[in-house]
Structure formats: C-alpha cells, structure tokens
C-alpha cells in the first residue's frame, strides 16, 4: 500500500504540468509522457531481476530506492505555469501550495491512482516467479508484465 502512494504520488505531478504546460498539443504531450511511463516501468523490470541476481534481494532494494529517490528529486523541480491570477492570490513566502489538496475531484483521483497502483504491485511481484516455474529463463520472466 505505501509503495502505491509513492508511485501514484509521482506519476500524478507530470501529468498536472503537462496540462498547465501545453494548450495546443495537450494529447500529443500526454501520449509521449504516459508512452515514457509505461517503458519506464517495462525496462524497471528487467533492472529490478538483473539487479536481484548480481546484488540480491537487498542490494536491489537499495538500488531500487535509490532509482525512486531520484524520481521524487526530479519531481520536485516541476512546477506549473503561473498566472497572474494565481500569482496575486498566493502569499510570496508559501512555497507549497496546498489548494490542490482540498478539491474533492483531486482527492478521488489520487485515491483511485493508488489503489490501482497498489493492485498492480502484486502483478510485478508474483508473475515473475510463477513464469520462472513454468519453466522460463528470469530475464525473459521479468518482461513479462
């Protein structure tokens, strides 16, 4: 559960900006950005049993929160487009904006996100090791999801 609020925790900021970012070509930025997500996390997969075989169970967990440490750096330099709307209405001295929070739709989307990122963890858990016992090579394994 807590993996999945990381997760959704990250993927959701991308996807703000890039709506407060483009007006003309909002599909075209989304695609590329949902098209980088997913490859992201088809090419994690096989780092994640690469790094598993070579380092272990414990040495890929410190390389995985290392991968996820830098994600979270990268996505604190993101920030939306200001208006001047919303340039008068924020304090000067507030860095974090918190009104994004208190909207319900928000709330619901980010609830939902994480419940399926969540149900999608148990995906990446056990589809690697039931295809390994059908008998395929753990590299070909950890494409398979």
């Given at each position: 559960m807590l993996a999945g609020l990381g997760i959704s925790m990250?993927?959701?900021?991308?996807?703000?900006?890039?709506y407060s970012y483009f007006d003309k070509h909002k599909?075209?930025?989304?695609?590329?950005?949902?098209m980088g997500y997913s490859l992201a996390t088809?090419?994690?997969l096989a780092l994640c049993r690469?790094?598993?075989d070579h380092y272990g169970w414990r040495g890929a967990s410190l390389i995985?929160?290392?991968?996820?440490?830098?994600?979270?750096?990268m996505a604190m330099l993101m920030f939306p487009?200001?208006?001047?709307a919303s340039t008068k209405k924020r304090?000067?001295?507030?860095?974090?904006?918190?009104?994004?929070?208190?909207?319900p739709t928000f709330d619901l989307f980010l609830i939902s996100n994480m419940l399926h990122v969540s149900s999608m963890n148990v995906l990446y858990q056990f589809a690697t090791s039931r295809a390994i016992s059908k008998g395929?090579?753990?590299i070909e394994a950890s494409y398979l999801p």
């Open positions: 990250m993927s959701i900021p991308p996807i703000v900006i890039i599909s075209l930025a989304s695609g590329l950005s949902m088809f090419f994690m690469i790094s598993i995985m929160a290392g991968v996820t440490l830098n994600g979270c750096a487009v200001p208006s001047e304090n000067r001295n507030s860095l974090l904006d918190m009104s994004l929070i208190k909207n395929m090579s753990t």
